[in-house]
C-alpha cells in the first residue's frame, strides 16, 4: 500500500518510488522508477534522482560563460525545477506572470540588486499601470517570493532578505441569483430541456463546476448508488503546456467547435479537478437521477453533454448559459453564479457546513464559508430574531 507520494509497496515487499525525469513531445510526463527494501530508501533515492534532473537544466536556463545569471534565468529555473509537481493550469498560470509581469521588470537585474524600493515600484505598477486586482497582485508578488526564496537557496543563502509588502485584498460581495431569478431560470431549462440546459441545471443542483459538469462522463454516474462520481475537469491551456493527468483519457477532442480550436494557440484537454478535495462523490437528487436516466446514452464511456466520446468546451456551455439568463432577465451572472447559488440554498436549508463542504469539493470549512456561504437579509433577520427569547423587554 502507499505510504507516501509516488511510493508503493509492491507485491514482492520491495517498495517503488516514481519521479517525472523527462516529457514526451505531446507533454505527457516520462517516469523513472526507483526501488528499496524500504519506504526511506525507495524514496531517497527517487529524491536524489530529481535533484540530478533539476542540476541538469536546459542550456537556455544557464548563464553563459563569465555571465553572473540574472533574474529572467531564475525564474526560468524555478519554473523548471517546481513543474513536476504543478498541476498543467497552475504551470501555465505562473509562466504567464513570469513572461508578462515579472521578467519585464526584474527579467534583466542580478538577485542580489532587487532592492524593496522597486518591489513597491512593481506593486504599484500592477495595481494602477495595469489595473490588476489586489487580489491578483498579491498571487503574482506571492510568485515572486517563491522565485527570490529559490534563487536564494540556489545562491548559498547570500542574498539579503527583501520584504515585500501585500496589497490589502478586499472581498467582493459574489453573485447569488436570488430567489426569483432562480425560478425563472428553472422554468427555462425545464421547457424542451436539452443536454445543455441539464447541463446547466446539473451545475445549480449540485455546485459542480463547469470544467467537471463538460469532463462528465456517463461511466462517472453511479445509478446504483445514486451519485457522481466528479473525478475529471475540461480546461484549456496553451499549447506546450500540457501534460496529460489521466493516460488513459489523453485529450478532449472539442465538440462542435473543434475545427476552429484546433488552429488556436491552446488546447482542450481533460485533467485531474483543482484539488485532491475536488475529487468527491456527490448524491443525486430525485429530479437529477430521473433527467439522467433520460439522457442516458448506450455507450458509458460517453461524454454527458455529447453523448459522444467529444467533450464539450466549457466556453460553449457558457455561451449557452448566458443566452438563458438573456431570455430570463438575468443581468451580471456566470456559471461560477450557479455554484455560489447552490452552496447558499443549501445553508438556507440547514446544510451541515461540514457536508456541504464535501459536496463542493473544498478542503475546509472556512473556504466554504468565507467564499460561498452569502446569508440573505431573511435569513440574517431570522437568526437575529432568535435572540427575543433571551433579552425580553
Known amino acids: 500500500m502507499a505510504r507516501g507520494e509516488n511510493v508503493f509497496q509492491r507485491k514482492d515487499g520491495r517498495y517503488e518510488a516514481r519521479y517525472i525525469k523527462g516529457r514526451r513531445a505531446d507533454g505527457r510526463p516520462l517516469y523513472g522508477f526507483c526501488y528499496g527494501r524500504t519506504y526511506e530508501e525507495a524514496k531517497d533515492k527517487a529524491d536524489r534522482a530529481r535533484e540530478r534532473i533539476e542540476q541538469t537544466e536546459p542550456a537556455a536556463q544557464?548563464?553563459?560563460?563569465?555571465?553572473?545569471?540574472?533574474?529572467?534565468?531564475?525564474c526560468d529555473r524555478w519554473l523548471s525545477a517546481n513543474s513536476a509537481r504543478l498541476k498543467p493550469s497552475s504551470r501555465a498560470k505562473y509562466r504567464t506572470d513570469i513572461e508578462?509581469?515579472?521578467?519585464p521588470f526584474f527579467g534583466d537585474k542580478l538577485p542580489g540588486e532587487i532592492l524593496p524600493e522597486e518591489i513597491d515600484g512593481f506593486t504599484r505598477s500592477l495595481l494602477?499601470?495595469?489595473?490588476?486586482?489586489?487580489?491578483?497582485v498579491r498571487s503574482i508578488l506571492t510568485l515572486f517570493h517563491s522565485i527570490l526564496s529559490y534563487t536564494g537557496k540556489r545562491s548559498g543563502?547570500?542574498?539579503?532578505?527583501?520584504?515585500?509588502?501585500?496589497?490589502?485584498?478586499?472581498?467582493?460581495?459574489?453573485?447569488?441569483?436570488?430567489?426569483?431569478?432562480?425560478?425563472?431560470?428553472?422554468?427555462?431549462l425545464a421547457q424542451e430541456m436539452d443536454a445543455c440546459k441539464f447541463g446547466v441545471y446539473l451545475a445549480l443542483r449540485t455546485g459542480m463546476r463547469i470544467g467537471e459538469i463538460c469532463a462528465l462522463r456517463w461511466c462517472d454516474i453511479s445509478f446504483e448508488a445514486a451519485a457522481i462520481s466528479v473525478?475529471?475537469?475540461?480546461?484549456?491551456?496553451?499549447?506546450?503546456?500540457?501534460?496529460?493527468?489521466?493516460?488513459?483519457?489523453?485529450?478532449?477532442?472539442?465538440?462542435?467547435?473543434?475545427?476552429?480550436?484546433?488552429?488556436?494557440?491552446?488546447?482542450?484537454?481533460?485533467?485531474?479537478?483543482?484539488?485532491e478535495s475536488s475529487l468527491r462523490l456527490i448524491p443525486l437528487m430525485p429530479d437529477i437521477a430521473t433527467l439522467c436516466e433520460r439522457f442516458r446514452p448506450e455507450e458509458p464511456e460517453a461524454f454527458l453533454l455529447t453523448g459522444t466520446d467529444r467533450c464539450m468546451d466549457p466556453r460553449k456551455l457558457q455561451r449557452h448559459l448566458k443566452k438563458y439568463l438573456e431570455e430570463c432577465g438575468i443581468p451580471e451572472a456566470h456559471f461560477h453564479t450557479l455554484r455560489h447559488t447552490f452552496a447558499t440554498r443549501c445553508v438556507e436549508a440547514g446544510f451541515d457546513v461540514k457536508t456541504l463542504s464535501e459536496i463542493l469539493g473544498?478542503?475546509?470549512?472556512?473556504?466554504?464559508?468565507?467564499?460561498?456561504?452569502?446569508?440573505?437579509?431573511?435569513?440574517?433577520?431570522?437568526?437575529m430574531n432568535r435572540l427575543k427569547s433571551l433579552f425580553p423587554l
Open 231 to 275: 473525478c475529471h475537469t475540461a480546461l484549456r491551456l496553451p499549447r506546450g503546456n500540457v501534460c496529460q493527468a489521466d493516460p488513459d483519457r489523453p485529450s478532449a477532442a472539442a465538440g462542435d467547435d473543434g475545427g476552429a480550436l484546433a488552429l488556436s494557440r491552446t488546447e482542450l484537454v481533460i485533467g485531474t479537478p483543482k484539488s
Open 157 to 188: 543563502g547570500k542574498l539579503p532578505d527583501v520584504e515585500i509588502t501585500y496589497p490589502k485584498s478586499f472581498r467582493k460581495n459574489t453573485r447569488v441569483l436570488d430567489e426569483k431569478e432562480e425560478s425563472a431560470l428553472v422554468q427555462l
Open 62 to 74: 544557464k548563464a553563459k560563460p563569465g555571465q553572473r545569471p540574472d533574474m529572467a534565468c531564475f
Open 128 to 136: 494602477t499601470g495595469k489595473g490588476l486586482s489586489p487580489k491578483t
Open 100 to 103: 508578462n509581469h515579472i521578467k
Open 362 to 383: 473544498h478542503s475546509n470549512i472556512g473556504i466554504t464559508m468565507n467564499l460561498y456561504v452569502h446569508p440573505n437579509l431573511d435569513l440574517k433577520r431570522e437568526n
